[in-house]
C-alpha cells in the first residue's frame, strides 16, 4: 500500500512534455504509481488541479555550511528546492583542516571534518531538508596546499592538489569547480585547471566555473572554459551566465552563440543563471583597495557588513553621500576594517534584456547563486529565485513556457550533475515533488525586504516526506548529501 497519494494534479513530468492530469503515489521514497490510483492511503493530498512537478534543483549555491547551521533550509525548500549543488565559485566544504576558519565568507561554518566523508557524516547528523551534491572547490584545495601565493604550483602542489580533488570524486562529488576572479584561483595558469580537473573527468565528474571574467573580457573567458573541457574531457557547466557592466551588456549572444559553436563541434557545454540584474559576493574580492574601480563603487549595496551594521540594506553611495565621503573612500574604509574582508556586497551590474536572453537557451538552467548569510540583508535571489523565473518570466513575460522552465529546474539538472533516480516523475523515481499554482506563484523577496518566502507553493515533498505543506515547513528533514552517479 501507497503512504502518500496526491491526486488530481496537473502533472509536468520533468522532460517539457506537456501536462496531464494524474494521481501520483508515493510508496516509501519512491514514486510507485502516475495515473488514475483506486487505492487509498494513508495521507491524501488533494491537488485540485494545481500543477504538480519534479522537485526544483537549484544547480549553484553556496549552502554547504548551511546544511549545518540552517538545517530547516526554508529559504530553499519554500522555493520548491529538494535538492542543491554545492561547493560553487571554487569554494567548498572539503577538503579542510578541522577547527581552521572560513576565510571565503561563502562557507560560513568552522570544518570539525576534512573530507567529504567527514562532512557527509556532519550533514546527516545535522538532518537538512533538503538534499544536495557537492563540487570540490578549486579556490579552497589551493589555499590549502599553497595558501595566497601568486605563482605556479610545483609538481609536489600540483599533486597534492591532485589528490585532493580524486579524493573528493572518490567520495562522491560531482565535479570540480573554479571561482577564477578570486583569489587564489585566479593567480593560476589554464594547465593548472585542465590537470584538476582530469581528476574529475577521470570519475565522470562535471568542471564547473565562475569564469575568469564576466565582463570586458567575457569572450576570452567562455574560449578558457572551452579549453579546459576539450583538453580534460569532460562536460563544462558555466556559472552564472552573465555580461556585467553596462559597457557590456548585449554580449550575452555573442557568449551564447560561442557555446552552440563549440557544442556543435563536439564540446559539452551547459549553463546556469539567476533572474536578477544584480550580482552579490564578497566585496573585498571585487576591489583592489590601491585602486577602487569608481564605475562599480556607484552601483554596490551592502547585504552583509560586520564592521558597520548599520551599513546592511543601503547603497554605498548613498552611505557616502551622507558621510560627506567620496564612494571610493567608503568602500576602501570599509575593506580595510576589522573584519571587512567578511563584507558581502550586492552589485547591480547586469541588464535584463540579458536575462530573458539567456533564459531563451534551451541549455540554461537556474542557480540561485544565493549567500546565506540571514543576518544582513542577503541579494533576494536567496528566497526568491525560482518563482521569479516562474512567475516573473514564464507568466508574465512568457519568456519561455512551463514545462521547459520546469525541465531546466529538474531533468536536465539531475541528468548534468549526476543524480540518479530524480529529476522525473515517472513510476520508480526518488520521490522529489512540488506542487505549486501556475497562475499565482510569485517571488516576494526584494532588496528591501530579502528574507521573504515566495507565495502560490502548496506542498513540497523530499524523499518521500511532506517537508512544506500550506506555508508550514513540518521539519522533518531527511535530506542527504548525496553520491555521484549512485
Ligand atoms: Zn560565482
Ligand atoms: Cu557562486
Known amino acids: 500500500m501507497a503512504d502518500l497519494i496526491i491526486r488530481n494534479a496537473s502533472v509536468l513530468d520533468g522532460t517539457g512534455a506537456a501536462a496531464v492530469e494524474a494521481d501520483v503515489a508515493i510508496t516509501g521514497d519512491r514514486i510507485t504509481a502516475v495515473g488514475s490510483i483506486s487505492d487509498s492511503a494513508p495521507t491524501e493530498i488533494d491537488a485540485g488541479g494545481r500543477t504538480l512537478a519534479p522537485g526544483f534543483v537549484d544547480v549553484h549555491t553556496h549552502d554547504d555550511g548551511a546544511l549545518l547551521r540552517h538545517p530547516g533550509m526554508e529559504f530553499k525548500l519554500s522555493q520548491g528546492c529538494t535538492s542543491l549543488v554545492i561547493g560553487n565559485c571554487g569554494f567548498s566544504a572539503i577538503p579542510a583542516v578541522p577547527g581552521e576558519s572560513d576565510k571565503s565568507g561563502l562557507i560560513g561554518v ?3 571534518w576534512t573530507d567529504l566523508d567527514g562532512f557527509r557524516a556532519s550533514v546527516t547528523k545535522a538532518n537538512p531538508a533538503v538534499n544536495a551534491m557537492a563540487l570540490v572547490g578549486h579556490n579552497t584545495t589551493r589555499s590549502l596546499v599553497m595558501g595566497l601565493e601568486r605563482r605556479v604550483p610545483s609538481d609536489t602542489e ?7 580533488v580524486r579524493a573528493a570524486m572518490d567520495q562522491g562529488a560531482c ?3 573554479t571561482g577564477l576572479v578570486y583569489e587564489p584561483g585566479r593567480y593560476c595558469e589554464t594547465d593548472e585547471i585542465i590537470e584538476l580537473a582530469k581528476q574529475s573527468a577521470e570519475a565522470g565528474g562535471i568542471y564547473a566555473t565562475h569564469m575568469r571574467n564576466e565582463g570586458d573580457r ?7 572554459a572551452i579549453q579546459v573541457g576539450t583538453a ?3 562536460p563544462v557547466q558555466i556559472s552564472h551566465h552573465k555580461s556585467a557592466g553596462r559597457r557590456n551588456w548585449g554580449k550575452i549572444g555573442l557568449s551564447l552563440a560561442k557555446v552552440d559553436q563549440a557544442n556543435a563541434k563536439g564540446a559539452d557545454i551547459t549553463l546556469d543563471v539567476y533572474p536578477y540584474t544584480a550580482g552579490s559576493g564578497p566585496m573585498a574580492q571585487y576591489f583592489n583597495l590601491a585602486n577602487i574601480d569608481p564605475e562599480l563603487a556607484e552601483v554596490i549595496r551592502f547585504a552583509s557588513c560586520p564592521a558597520f551594521r548599520e551599513y546592511e540594506g543601503r547603497m554605498a553611495v548613498d552611505v557616502a553621500a551622507d558621510l560627506g565621503m567620496a564612494v571610493t573612500q567608503l568602500i576602501h574604509d570599509v575593506i580595510s ?3 571587512g574582508d567578511r563584507t558581502l556586497c550586492i552589485q547591480f551590474i547586469i541588464d535584463n534584456a ?3 536572453e539567456n533564459l531563451r537557451h534551451p541549455l540554461m538552467m537556474i542557480g540561485s547563486d544565493g549567500i546565506p548569510d540571514l543576518r544582513g540583508q542577503p541579494h533576494p535571489r536567496l528566497f526568491g529565485t525560482f518563482p521569479k523565473v516562474l512567475g516573473h518570466y514564464v507568466r508574465e513575460q512568457g ?3 512551463l514545462p521547459e522552465a520546469v525541465r531546466r529546474m529538474t531533468s536536465l539538472s539531475c541528468d548534468r550533475f549526476g543524480f540518479v533516480d530524480r529529476g522525473r516523475i515517472v513510476d520508480g523515481q526518488i520521490a522529489d515533488l512540488v506542487l505549486f499554482d501556475p497562475e499565482t506563484i510569485a517571488d516576494t523577496a526584494t532588496y528591501d525586504n530579502p528574507q521573504q518566502e515566495a507565495t502560490g507553493i502548496d506542498l513540497v515533498v523530499v524523499n518521500g516526506k511532506v517537508a512544506l505543506r500550506d506555508g508550514t515547513h513540518t521539519g522533518v528533514g531527511g535530506g542527504r548529501l548525496l553520491h555521484h552517479l549512485k
Open 232 to 234: 580534460a574531457d569532460l
Open 110 to 112: 568552522t570544518p570539525t
Open 354 to 356: 540579458d536575462i530573458e
Open 175 to 177: 565535479g570540480f569547480s
Open 399 to 401: 519568456v519561455l513556457d
Open 337 to 339: 576594517a576589522p573584519e
Open 218 to 224: 567575457l569572450l576570452q573567458a567562455v574560449d578558457e
Open 158 to 164: 600540483l599533486d597534492e592538489m591532485r589528490s585532493y
